[in-house]
């Protein structure tokens, strides 16, 4: 079973502050995604990447920024957090090969303060 | 631009009741439409996809058909159990970007034994 891990499971944060979620797949796929999750509005794209080294803007990408290292690892840097960026964050895998059927970790709750 | 609305946000029935969760796009051509499941405390999880006119995606015993006509994608099972008490999510992804999905809001289903 394809497995996507994600860290911190919780994080509080403080307004200002520099917050990095990190991500894990060993899957070996070539595509992950970072989304948040709120209450009336479902899941929305933060950002995605297509494989080591590249990134792309989602459907809200203010305020955040993301970095892939390496096939497995996809991290979401927020630089200067505020309190509207309280969700819940989930990390998903996909591949063409899987007809992009998406594969998501358990989520971080992260409160910023 | 590309949009799912789930018009119920909440659905309570008995055991063994059918069940329809609505799903309605607005999308130009022919987006493929997916259905996932959040349970508490994990990541949403692929249900089934349809990517054509009329293809009928299911699984577990939930089913749904991509209407075009009415740009509709509804869930439906014939008989709920307890155990699938968890929310509902519709959601749009298009051709080679299939992993960049848009969301409906959700629906929570709860099934009362």
């Known amino acids: 079973e394809a497995a996507v891990t994600q860290s911190p499971r919780n994080k509080v944060a403080v307004t200002g502050g520099k917050v990095t979620l990190s991500c894990n797949q060993t899957?070996?796929?070539?595509?992950m995604y970072w989304y948040r999750q709120d209450t009336g509005h479902g899941l929305r794209l933060i950002h995605y990447?297509?494989?080591?080294?590249?990134?792309e803007k989602g459907d809200i990408p203010d305020g955040y920024k993301a970095s892939r290292p390496s096939q497995e690892n996809f991290s979401l840097i927020l630089e200067l957090a505020t309190p509207s960026q309280t969700s819940v964050y989930f990390c998903?895998?996909?591949?063409?090969?899987?007809?992009?059927?998406?594969?998501f970790g358990h989520g971080t709750k992260l409160s910023v303060l | 631009g590309d949009s799912v609305t789930q018009t119920e946000g909440q659905v309570a029935l008995s055991e063994e009741d059918f069940l329809t969760i609505h799903c309605n796009y607005s999308?130009?051509?022919?987006?493929?439409l997916f259905w996932y499941v959040q349970y508490p405390g994990e990541g949403p999880q692929f249900l089934f996809r349809?990517?054509?006119?009329?293809e009928k995606g299911s699984s577990r015993g939930f089913e749904a058909t991509y209407d075009k006509g009415t740009t509709s994608f509804h869930l439906r099972k014939a008989s709920v159990q307890e155990s699938d008490s968890a929310v509902y999510y519709c959601?749009?992804?298009?051709?080679?970007?299939?992993?960049?999905?848009?969301f409906g809001a959700g629906t929570q289903l709860i099934v009362i034994p």
């Open positions: 998903a895998s996909g591949d063409a090969q899987f007809n992009e059927r998406l594969f």
């Open positions: 899957n070996n796929h070539n595509n």
């Open positions: 990447s297509y494989g080591a080294g590249s990134t």
């Open positions: 999308a130009s051509g022919y987006p493929a």
């Open positions: 349809a990517s054509r006119d009329k």
């Open positions: 959601a749009l992804g298009r051709g080679s970007a299939l992993g960049r999905l848009h």
